[in-house]
């Protein structure tokens, strides 16, 4: 399953919202419901981290500025007000078939 | 919450192999499942292979599959990775992360990195 991303670099004001698209070659729903799309955000010389998972789920401690949407082959990340801590590169994956696959990443900076 | 601890940057020569460790601790280790992934400086993140917790089962790229074994240890906790025949192509920072046997609640727990570098 391969995974595209857009865009791939994001330049983003303090306070203002931010989306990141994640498409996939095949749908992500599982027979129980679930689309298995991941997001992580890898922070500047640091290992990722789990953002959101199994499309709209936030990870323990994850701010609910941050929200996962979508289904099937189509899956947008969303900030709704982007803060300095946001700054990092983003990744979407499909966790639905071995090998888990990546998209290629989307840089957040601010302006 | 849990931690995986993973051992140190390691240098080796192109035909050589190398064993990166991944220790768990403040989790029940046959909870949850080992994958790995790597990323090559500047790049983006490759799935490498996942390893079941109590070392029954495991799963490689495609790419990778006839050079890597992953193995899990219930005794000490930890995970092990090992890449032969190592060319300059695999250099990158390898990551393991746990995995939820049974419910899918995302790669939650990422270790800090191994740097791996290949060169004459």
């Known amino acids: 399953i391969v995974m595209t991303q857009s865009p791939l670099s994001l330049s983003v004001t303090p306070g203002e919202p931010a989306s990141i698209s994640c498409r996939s070659t095949?749908?992500?729903?599982?027979?129980?419901?679930?689309?298995?799309l991941d997001w992580y955000l890898q922070k500047p010389g640091r290992s990722p981290q789990l953002l959101i998972y199994?499309?709209?789920n936030r990870a323990s401690g994850v701010p609910d500025r941050f929200s996962g949407s979508g289904s099937g082959t189509h899956f947008t990340l969303t900030i709704s007000r982007v803060e300095a801590d946001d700054v990092g590169v983003y990744y979407c994956?499909?966790?639905?078939?071995?090998?888990?696959?990546f998209g290629q990443g989307t840089k957040l900076e601010l302006k | 919450q849990g931690q995986l601890v993973q051992s140190g940057a390691e240098v080796r020569k192109p035909g050589a192999s190398v064993k990166v460790s991944c220790k768990a601790s403040g989790y029940i280790f046959t909870e949850y499942d080992i994958t790995w992934v790597r990323q090559v400086a500047g790049q983006g993140l490759e799935w490498v292979g996942w390893v079941s917790s109590d070392n029954s089962k495991a799963n490689y790229a495609h790419n990778l599959q006839d050079r890597v074994t992953m193995t899990a240890d219930t005794s000490t906790s930890t995970a092990h990775m090992e890449l032969k025949s190592l060319t300059s192509a695999d250099t990158a920072v390898y990551y393991c992360?746990?995995?939820?046997?049974?419910?899918?609640?995302?790669?939650?727990?990422w270790g800090q990195g191994t740097t791996v570098t290949v060169s004459s």
């Open positions: 095949q749908s992500l729903l599982h027979s129980s419901g679930s689309n298995y």
């Open positions: 994956m499909q966790a639905l078939q071995t090998p888990g696959t």
């Open positions: 992360v746990r995995e939820h046997r049974v419910y899918y609640y995302g790669m939650d727990v």
């Open positions: 199994l499309n709209s």
